[in-house]
Antibody, heavy 121, light 111 residues
Framework: EVQLVQSGAEVKKPGESLKIFCQAS????????IAWVRQMPGKGLEWMGIIYPADSDTRYSPSFQGQVTLSVDTSISTAYLQWSSLKASDTAIYYC??????????????WGQGTLVTVSS | DIVMTQSPLFLPVTPGEPASISCRSNQSLLHSNGYTYLDWYLQKPGQSPQLLIYFGSSRASGVPDRFSGSGSGTDFTLKISRVEAEDVGVYYC????????FGPGTKVDIK
């Protein structure tokens, strides 16, 4: 069974750094794109970017380019989303999701449970 | 950038009746490989999103056949043939042709 398990909720102060994870199981991690999606409180879904674990090919939404970094550790089938300096406006739920098929496939069938990040002074 | 719009943004429905949501993009979502990169997702209250339809009209595994997707180019429609109470939530279309962009969402609720 394909599973994506995300790290737990975080409470941080503005200016702090953070790295959250998405641990995959039940399939060949390297072969499927992983997406990250933001949902600010009471708002819709925002596509942040995607990463291909096999070669770390990464594509960011222009809105998130330079604001976050996507990475993977294939040895532990885990994808990461990190910030170097958080802002209050980063407060949101962050979802990871896996593509429905291997290779060039950009529909997202399997989703993590979401990680709530709260940034407040 | 590809911009996605949806209508209506709020849709009150009656169980057993049909429902329809429209989605439009500001440029064609047809790839040179022949596939149209338009998905539909449902986010039920308190849950992660779930994929309903991919490539505009292909139903994802486990999705009831009362859900169908149609359209081409820039105009797409999600139809529910007979709404059930469990279908409430927010429906998003998403383009996957150039990176990804979600529509604003359509909130479906029972009348």
């Amino acid at each position: 069974e394909v599973q994506l398990v995300q790290s737990g909720a975080e409470v941080k102060k503005p200016g702090e750094s953070l790295k959250i994870f998405c641990q995959a199981s039940g399939y060949t991690f390297n072969g499927y794109w992983i997406a990250w999606v933001r949902q600010m409180p009471g708002k819709g879904l925002e596509w942040m970017g995607i990463i291909y674990p096999a070669d770390s090919d990464t594509r960011y939404s222009p809105s998130f380019q330079g604001q976050v970094t996507l990475s993977v550790d294939t040895s532990i089938s885990t994808a990461y989303l990190q910030w170097s300096s958080l802002k209050a406006s980063d407060t949101a739920i962050y979802y990871c999701a896996r593509a429905y098929c291997p290779g060039d496939c950009y529909s997202w069938t399997h989703w993590g449970q979401g990680t709530l990040v709260t940034v407040s002074s | 950038d590809i911009v996605m719009t949806q209508s209506p943004l709020f849709l009150p429905v009656t169980p057993g009746e049909p429902a329809s949501i429209s989605c439009r993009s500001n440029q064609s979502l047809l790839h040179s490989n022949g596939y149209t990169y338009l998905d539909w997702y449902l986010q039920k209250p308190g849950q992660s999103p779930q994929l309903l339809i991919y490539f505009g009209s292909s139903r994802a595994s486990g999705v009831p056949d009362r859900f169908s997707g149609s359209g081409s180019g820039t105009d797409f429609t999600l139809k529910i043939s007979r709404v059930e109470a469990e279908d409430v939530g927010v429906y998003y279309c998403m383009q996957g042709l150039q990176g990804g962009t979600f529509g604003p969402g359509t909130k479906v609720d029972i009348k």
